[in-house]
């Protein structure tokens, strides 16, 4: 792994750690990182068809490996406009479906310039799903389908997050990631 990668991921886990499970906005990822269920992938380039070749042979992984419960598959150089991002997103779900894998895989979408529909670009809710650099967590359809099941209140987290991001405001999340208080 080459150093670019690894400051990827080290970024990345970072962001994981203060973001993610720190600020719980996801209750079900602390789990899997405990359980060392959480793979972390870079894609260095920015060419479509290599990051959709790996982005392949991650799902058939995923199929094959069943100690890996979840994947971020992070594509620094790639789709960094979030329009592209988008697109290939929408790409994806259709990619996933050629493959078979629907019902058995979905991808959730973060990149660094989120931005939900009919929210304003410096509205802090836009935070749940901003990320360092673009990627795609790749998550099983029955550990979702069981996070939903077991969670007390499942409808109540976006909302939660969401109220949360705006107490903080962006100042906050930028002191939380950058490690001051």
């Known amino acids: 792994m080459s150093d670019f990668e690894n400051e990827v991921i080290q970024v990345t886990q970072h962001w994981v750690d203060k973001m993610v499970v720190g600020l719980n906005l996801c209750p ?25 070749q790996l982005l392949v042979e991650e799902l058939e992984g995923l199929v094959n490996d069943k100690s890996i419960e979840t994947t971020l598959l992070i594509h620094p150089n790639f789709a960094i406009e979030f329009d592209t991002y988008l697109d290939y997103l929408a790409g994806v779900d259709e990619l996933i479906e050629a493959l078979g ?40 359809e029955a550990s979702v389908a069981w996070a939903v099941e077991t969670h007390p209140d499942i409808n109540s987290v976006p909302e939660r997050n969401v109220e949360l991001l ?9 002191q939380l990631l950058s490690g001051r208080r």
Not at 28 to 52: C, H, W
Not at 115 to 126: K, T, W, Y
Not at 166 to 174: Q, T, Y
Request: charged share 20%; no cysteine; glycine share 8%.
């Open 166 to 174: 705006r107490e903080m405001g962006v100042k906050g999340i930028k």
């Open 28 to 52: 079900f990822a602390k789990r899997s990182i405990d359980q060392n269920q959480l793979r972390y992938v870079v894609y260095p380039g920015g060419e479509m068809e290599s990051i959709t």
């Open 101 to 140: 894998y629907s019902g058995v895989f979905q991808v959730a979408g973060f990149h660094p310039d989120y931005q939900f529909e009919s929210v304003a670009e410096i509205d802090p809710a836009n935070h749940t799903n901003r990320s360092p650099y673009p990627m795609m967590h790749l998550l099983r």
